[in-house]
Antibody
């Protein structure tokens, strides 16, 4: 069964750091680009970051650029999001999402499978 | 404020046909594919439509997508109570270094 399981969400103080993980199973992880998408409580979806299948290309939303870093370890079938200088507005459910094996451009790497999310709360 | 604009709510009665719009610009919908996602209450989003009008296997043909210029639409025919959910459109945006963008979401209520 194809599955994505996020972990690492906790309550953290403003200005703090956190690393989220996403464990992938049921597919050849290193064939696919991967995303992080977040959803603040009661709000809509917000794309956060994208990494290519080999980790060679990364993309970020302006709201997190310079503070968050996406990475992957294909030997461990895992995706990561290092979050620094956290703010209250980063409070959200963070989903990892798999992209399809289509094309070499990030414009074709939509979200075809989602995990269940991990909750990050930034509060003092 | 979302880059893609959706109506915050929509409604219909069982059996009806409902459409949800998604408006963008030349840098996103105007030059890229549109995707639609369904989020049932308390669950993760699920891919509903890809590449403007394609349905993944398992998605009923009651769901259809279309695109014209800088706008797109999701149509749901034969509305059922289990269709009550939040619906989001998404597209790649060519602005600056490129990003993925979502609509603000439309809450569909089945009356």
């Amino acid at each position: 069964e194809v599955q994505l399981v996020e972990s690492g969400g906790v309550v953290v103080q403003p200005g703090g750091s956190l690393r989220l993980s996403c464990a992938a199973s049921g597919f050849t992880f290193d064939d696919y680009a991967m995303h992080w998408v977040r959803q603040a409580p009661g709000k809509g979806l917000e794309w956060v970051s994208l990494i290519s299948w080999d980790g060679g290309s990364t993309y970020y939303a302006d709201s997190v650029k310079g503070r968050f870093t996406i990475s992957r370890d294909n030997s461990k079938n895992s995706l990561y999001l290092q979050m620094n200088s956290l703010r209250a507005e980063d409070t959200a459910l963070y989903y990892c999402a798999k992209a399809p094996a289509a094309g070499t451009s990030p414009r074709y790497w939509y979200f075809d499978l989602w995990g269940r999310g991990t909750l990050v709360t930034v509060s003092s | 404020q979302s880059v893609l604009t959706q109506p915050p709510s929509a409604s219909g009665t069982p059996g009806q046909r409902v459409t949800i719009s998604c408006s963008g610009s030349s840098s996103n919908i105007g030059s890229n594919y549109v995707y639609w996602y369904q989020q049932l209450p308390g669950t993760a989003p699920k891919l509903l439509i890809y590449r403007n009008n394609q349905r993944p296997s398992g998605v009923p043909d009651r769901f259809s997508g279309s695109k014209s210029g800088t706008s797109a639409s999701l149509a749901i025919s034969g509305l059922r109570s289990e269709d009550e959910a939040d619906y989001y459109c998404a597209a790649w945006d060519d602005s600056l270094s490129g990003t993925w963008v979502f609509g603000g979401g439309t809450k569909l209520t089945v009356l």
